[in-house]
């Protein structure tokens, strides 16, 4: 792939890109036991396709709203009834792991001159806890959240929030970082050069927008970058 140019700022999506969304059913393992995997797993595909119909559907909640809503869904699916559970995931949620690579890749960053940012579908009291839990805050130079323009990635409102941020020429001007593959080819779409992050060896949706790289770990972005 080709290496970026003129980037000035790397944006990062942070569910399942910096943070581990499958980790807080993970902290409740022993309760769950073998239904953990699919539990999580569909937790998260109705989080992300209530954030996708509410968009269509011009009915916005914030992402706190839309996790538990999808979390509801999910303990239905999974017949699990068990007092306090959802209400300690709602918690871990708001304490999710972040990925080993984070931290290294931002501080070579950083130590490269880039500005840095999350740009998320979070509600910024979501993501304010997070990167606090992470640890991340001196590392980043905002959290950028879509209830600023009250509607999900990929429309291009969310996009633009991270030129506005910077005050960017144009959209150009921002690598930006993404595991899930739609939200890729969103920004790609929108004019980001975007890196694909693979971490999990899926196959990249057929959507408009073409990622300039794709990477199967945040340690390969600064390279890219020419850092």
């Given amino acids: 792939m080709t290496a970026f140019d003129g980037v000035k700022a790397c944006v990062f999506d942070a569910y399942g890109t910096l943070f581990d969304v499958h980790s807080a059913a993970a902290a409740e393992a022993a309760t769950l036991g073998e239904r953990m995997t699919s539990l999580s797993q569909t937790w ?10 509410r968009s269509l559907m011009g009915a916005h909640a914030d992402f706190r709203q839309v996790t538990r809503d999808a979390l509801d869904f999910a303990l239905q699916a999974q017949e699990i009834d068990e007092p306090g559970l959802a209400e300690r995931l709602m918690q871990l949620y708001l304490r999710l792991d972040a990925y080993p690579d984070v931290r290294p890749t931002l501080e070579r960053l950083r130590a490269g001159g880039l500005k840095t940012a999350i740009l998320s579908n979070g509600e910024p009291t979501m993501l304010a806890a997070a990167v606090e839990h992470a640890g991340l805050a001196d590392l980043l ?26 005050g960017l020429a144009g959209p150009a001007e921002i690598a930006f970082v993404s595991t899930n593959g739609w939200d890729a080819r969103g920004a790609a779409n929108f004019g980001f050069q975007v890196a694909w992050m693979n971490r999990f060896g899926l196959q990249l949706d057929r959507l408009p927008g073409e990622p300039k790289a794709i990477m199967t770990g945040l340690e390969e972005l600064p390279g890219l970058l020419g850092l």
């Fill in 44 to 53: 998260r595909q109705k989080q992300l396709e209530y954030t996708w119909l």
């Fill in 141 to 166: 130079d905002a959290a950028l959240s879509v209830e600023e323009v009250g509607i999900y990635k990929p429309d291009a409102r969310v996009y633009q929030l991270a030129i506005d941020r910077f």
